[in-house]
């Protein structure tokens, strides 16, 4: 397999560490420019500056936050200028940029304006617009930069799953070689405790492979000679032989890394609302600055070009979205905080904002649904037998074993008070049981006979059977199954009301699936899903329209996690699924999931209204600048007024974002 690749550059900008130094030197710089700029609001400080000074200052700490900060928004701008693609960038830069320049050029040469355009302390300067908008995008480009690197180190643990050497049989000989160098139809030796490196065929011993990764189910699964074993699969117990049949970029490890990579490059960025508006923001704003222009160099009063240029540049000064560069950060952040306190980590703040729009939830069953581990649900000792004895005598044979499906045996003896007997002469046959010495008396735990079915009251979920025998008689079997965790009732009953469709994606077997899913309410199932599999329902889902929201917490989940337009994992499963995924409930309750989709759809009720108000106040000073109402109230980019929307877009964005903090989930 091929190490993941290395996205240096993102979306067209350079990576963490290429921005990271300049968004610590702007917000360094712009928290003095931003306090000058509020001179007259702080008392004394209005005071203890000159104007004049102020405004030199602005410029001087404001200047290396624009033109190297920004550089490489400057660049993004250049380039959606040569490739006529208006997108956020551009209206971050031309505003920011027109701001910039004209209170330089109102800072140097501002005795040359005409005296109507200066207001109490002279000529408006937007430094802090330009400083502030500039270190915000810095931070928002940060924190996707971060979220697209967290999906490089989900690939880069799914290839650490296969070991980097296998034992190679050869000649009768054994040998420690690196994976890569092995060919199909080669023979390697694993033992207890190993992971199988390649795909392949069983060709001597027997075994128990614990096969999660790739189908969520927490048994190991007997593997005899002639059986299939996939690379990245643990051996449990016993040691066996096995011959190659795929290696390298052929095994189902490498196909499963094929597919989370696939899911990330063919899944474009979110078009973010602001690009979507900045596609007729820009051009009309553009349009409405040369119209400016020439109405005023044709129709205004002498000095006609210093009115024109003066009032050109004002449309695009008030124009300057930092209203519009606070409006979506300032309400992922909060909401971001609100969701940690309820338990909700959101990882990836795209994911938070697909979430809120999801109509489809498809969810894995082991270990989100259903505890994910076999517990003892049915006892059904043959005549003259009591259940005590039956379970105390498992419990005796299990007890040296490390088998899940010992462990819960074990458990349940444990909690019901049953003394355990001691054993000895231990024995255990892979695929086949375990056996021991008990009281003196030879005792088998073993899978039951193909031909014993559960009973109607052990319903279909049963996931093994075991039968203990005693001196080579039976004496009953015991019903293991995994069941569903407290709370996922309520859980699918909160989402169903939020209106979300629930389909079941699941490796488990089909009765399982269908018992869980009819157990819990749920719409549809679908069950020995492959993670291919898995992929395939949500890109299926997506076809059709759906916008979908995925949830598992298995290695065997990754892809799909990958491909939804929002992943949810329980930060109770494996570390792979927690990378692909956007989001991640760091409580085991999936009525956290609900938590989380109220969470996401008030956030992005907010972002929008944010960016309503943004709009607003920027709609509503361009036709000042522009000098509408000039013939009639002699007004050309009144300071006050100007400042005043400024002031007011900035403030009621963030006090509206605020009110997540206060939100009910």
């Known amino acids: ?57 602005q410029l001087l700490l404001s200047a290396p936050v624009f033109l190297w900060c920004g550089m490489p928004f400057i660049r993004r701008w250049l380039a959606s200028i040569r490739d006529r693609d208006a997108n956020m960038f551009t209206l971050i830069v031309t505003g920011t940029g027109a701001a910039f320049f004209y209170s330089a050029i109102a800072l140097i040469w501002g005795d040359a304006f005409p005296a109507l355009l200066h207001g109490e302390h002279g000529l408006p300067l937007y430094f802090e617009a330009v400083a502030v908008t500039t270190t915000i995008v810095l931070l928002g480009q940060i924190l996707e930069q971060r979220t697209h ?96 049949t795929r290696v390298g970029k052929d095994t189902v490890l490498a196909q499963i890394v094929r597919l989370v990579e696939e899911a990330r490059e063919s899944e474009a960025p979110i078009q973010r609302i602001a690009d979507r508006v900045a596609e007729w923001f820009v051009p009309a704003v553009a349009a409405i600055a040369l119209s400016t222009f020439a109405a005023w160099l044709w129709l205004g009063p002498d000095p006609k070009w210093v009115h024109a240029l003066v009032s050109a540049v004002s449309v695009l000064v008030i ?175 909160e989402l169903h009301n939020l209106g979300l469709r629930i389909v079941v994606v699941s490796g488990d077997r089909e009765g399982a699936v269908k018992a869980a899913a009819q157990e819990l309410g749920i719409d549809e199932h679908h069950s020995e899903c492959s993670p291919a599999r898995k992929q395939e329902i949500v890109r299926g889902c997506r076809k059709r329209g759906e916008q979908v929201v995925f949830a598992g917490d298995g290695i065997n989940d990754a892809p799909a996690l990958a491909a939804a337009d929002a992943g949810i994992a329980l930060g109770t499963g494996a570390g792979i699924a927690i990378d692909s995924a956007g989001l991640v409930l760091m409580k085991d309750d999936l009525r956290v999931l609900a938590r989380a989709i109220r969470l996401s759809r008030a956030t992005m009720r907010i972002v929008r209204q944010n960016l309503f108000w943004a709009f607003f106040y920027n709609g509503m000073g361009i036709p000042v600048a522009a000098g509408v109402f000039y013939p009639f109230l002699g007004w050309q980019l009144n300071p006050m007024l100007a400042g005043l929307a400024m002031s007011m877009s900035s403030l009621s964005v963030v006090a509206n974002a605020l009110r997540l903090k206060r939100t009910r989930l």
């Open 149 to 244: 690197a967290r999906t490089d180190s989900a690939i880069r643990a799914l290839m650490e799953l296969a070991p980097p050497l296998a034992h190679r049989l050869r000649g009768g000989a054994e040998e420690d070689v690196p994976v890569g160098d092995l060919a199909t139809g080669d023979l390697m030796r694993v033992r207890p405790g190993e992971k199988i490196p390649v795909d392949g065929e069983l060709a001597e011993g027997s075994s128990e492979v614990d096969e999660a990764m790739l189908t969520g189910e927490p048994i190991p699964v007997a593997k005899a000679v002639g059986d299939q074993v996939n690379a990245g699969t643990l051996n449990t117990t016993g040691s066996f032989v096995f011959r190659a």
């Open 319 to 493: 124009s300057c979205p930092c209203a519009l560069g606070l409006a979506t950060p300032v309400a992922l952040v909060t909401g971001i905080g609100r969701g940690a306190q309820a338990g909700i980590l959101v990882r990836n703040a795209e994911a938070l904002e697909r979430l809120a729009g999801a109509g489809t939830l498809l969810i894995d069953k082991t270990g989100t649904l259903t505890e994910g581990r076999p517990r003892v649900t049915g006892l059904h000792p043959a005549p003259g037998i009591d259940e005590h004895d039956l379970l105390g005598m498992a419990a005796a044979v299990e007890h040296p074993s490390e088998h899940p499906i010992a462990r819960a045996i074990v458990a349940t003896a444990i909690t019901q008070g049953i003394a355990i007997p001691t054993c000895t002469e231990f024995r255990n046959t892979p695929g086949f049981g375990v056996s021991a010495a008990v009281c003196g008396k030879r005792v088998e735990v073993r899978r039951a006979a193909s031909g014993i079915q559960p009973r109607p009251k052990d319903g279909d979920r049963a996931s093994s059977l075991v039968e203990v025998f005693v001196d080579g008689g039976s004496i009953g079997t015991l019903v293991l199954a995994d069941t569903i965790k407290d709370g996922a009732r309520d859980a699918i009953a």
């Open 1 to 57: 397999m091929s190490p993941a690749p290395d996205k240096a550059v993102y979306m067209g900008l350079p990576g963490v560490d290429y921005l990271m130094p300049r968004f610590k030197v702007a917000l360094v710089l712009s928290t003095p420019v931003l306090l000058l700029s509020m001179g007259e609001m702080i008392p004394g400080l209005g005071r203890l500056l000159d104007p004049k000074v102020s405004g030199w200052l």
